[in-house]
């Protein structure tokens, strides 16, 4: 089992940015790929953004490409998520998670990854 801990979130204002961190312990060699989600008020769990480990490759919910940005730190078993350009329809919890996938399309749902962070809460002021 990984245990991860997301940090970072807070209130800002549109147009502002954030940074989230999300450090990684455990049975971490058990992920190959690692995945930013997030989940608004009334709404179900989305993708925001993912990265496979080894070889940085990443993706991104079309909402969000262009404003955040997904990178990892292997030697300290830390992922970030940079956040740029927020607006309000990016208030969410946003958790991280991490995963044993098989190929590209498993690193967008969120029922591939086995281990999930608590959350951390992301408002967005207009």
């Known amino acids: 089992q990984v245990q991860l801990v997301e940090s970072g979130g807070g209130l800002v204002q549109a147009g502002d940015s954030l940074r989230l961190s999300c450090a990684a312990s455990?049975?971490?060699?058990?992920?190959?790929?690692m995945g930013w989600f997030r989940q608004a008020p009334g709404k179900e769990r989305e993708f925001v953004a993912g990265?496979?480990?080894?070889?940085?490759?990443?993706y991104y919910a079309s909402s969000v490409k262009g404003r955040f940005t997904i990178s990892r730190e292997n030697a300290k078993n830390t992922m970030y998520l940079q956040m740029n350009s927020l607006n309000s329809e990016d208030t969410a919890v946003y958790y991280c998670?991490?995963?044993?996938?098989?190929?590209?399309?498993?690193?967008?749902?969120?029922?591939?990854?086995?281990?999930w962070g608590q959350g951390t809460q992301v408002t967005v002021s207009s």
């Open positions: 455990g049975r971490t060699l058990n992920s190959n790929a």
């Open positions: 990265i496979f480990l080894s070889v940085g490759r990443t």
């Open positions: 998670a991490a995963a044993m996938v098989a190929n590209v399309i498993h690193i967008y749902e969120a029922r591939r990854y086995a281990d």
